[in-house]
């Protein structure tokens, strides 16, 4: 198998927390090596991915914005699969209002109405303008940083608060992938068909991670399903065995009740 094949290049968002996931995919599939590139802008992972410098991206977009439809040099076509929505946060100084609100609360909307916003589009687009942005409100200035809620946290400094506010999400999360037919044009390389086919079953049962999916269903790959099968047959050999177990000492419970109440009635025909 080409080395190609037994790899996921992972392009992540910033604050995107792709460790569970990992896990789980490492656990269903332990024959694919996984590659993860911190990203720092949004824009930075269609790029990668049109590039083949990533195989999947977990992209930060607006709610609004249907990624499919975007027109992509080359013809190429995208696959997005939506995974969550983000929560709005704010970042604040120290003693700026927001402070007295509990960190398990959400602020409602008409309470930060009147708190001045820094612009987004005084800063650069990526991670080190968003981290300007909380440099900024942790000076005090008087104007709140107004973030998806995880990046915020990323960012969270020991100067500064972060608390969420009682708004619509306004962020999406989404894993996105080229469309195995584009593969050959983004790679500049010839595939065969059973080439793409081996790695969209890579990126499928990754995406199923990411969905929830359990490696027994019947979308996941031959490899994962065998595994899996092998796995609930242990399972339910360990499952039979602990039922035996149960069994017996259920079953000695019951002689050693029996023999103590039968114990019980010689001491009182004694006495």
């Avoid at 269609?46 to 195989?55: G, K, T």
């Avoid at 065969?192 to 969209?200: D, V």
Wanted: net charge positive; glycine share 4%.
């Amino acid at each position: 198998m080409p080395a190609q094949l037994n790899r996921l290049r992972l392009w992540c968002a910033p604050g995107t927390s792709p460790d569970k996931w990992l896990k789980r995919f490492g656990d269903a599939r332990p024959d694919v090596s996984v590659q993860l590139t911190a990203g720092t802008s949004d824009s930075e992972a269609i790029e990668a991915l049109l590039n083949f410098r990533s195989d999947v991206a977990l992209v930060r977009h607006s709610v609004d914005e249907v990624l499919t439809r975007r027109e992509f040099p080359r013809g190429v076509r995208l696959h997005a699969v939506r995974l969550y929505d983000e929560d709005v946060a704010v970042v604040t100084a120290r003693e700026h209002d927001a402070e007295y609100w509990d960190e398990h609360d959400s602020i409602p909307l008409e309470e930060a109405a009147a708190w001045a916003r820094l612009d987004p589009a005084d800063y650069p687009d990526d991670v080190a303008g968003q981290r300007m942005m909380v440099e900024v409100a942790a000076s005090g200035a008087g104007a709140v940083a107004e973030l998806p809620f995880p990046l915020a946290r990323m960012l969270s400094r020991k100067d500064v608060v972060v608390r969420r506010l009682q708004a619509e999400p306004r962020t999406r999360v989404s894993v996105v992938w080229v469309h195995p037919d584009a593969v050959p044009t983004v790679s500049n390389g010839d595939w065969s068909l059973a080439e793409r086919e081996t790695r969209e079953a890579v990126i499928q049962d990754f995406v199923g991670v990411l969905r929830g999916r359990r490696a027994g269903s019947s979308r996941g790959s031959t490899s994962s399903r065998g595994s899996t099968q092998t796995s609930q047959q242990e399972s339910s050999s360990q499952q039979s065995s602990s039922r035996r177990s149960f069994s017996q000492q259920r079953s000695l419970k019951s002689r050693a009740l029996r023999r103590n109440t039968a114990s019980s009635r010689k001491l009182r025909r004694k006495r």
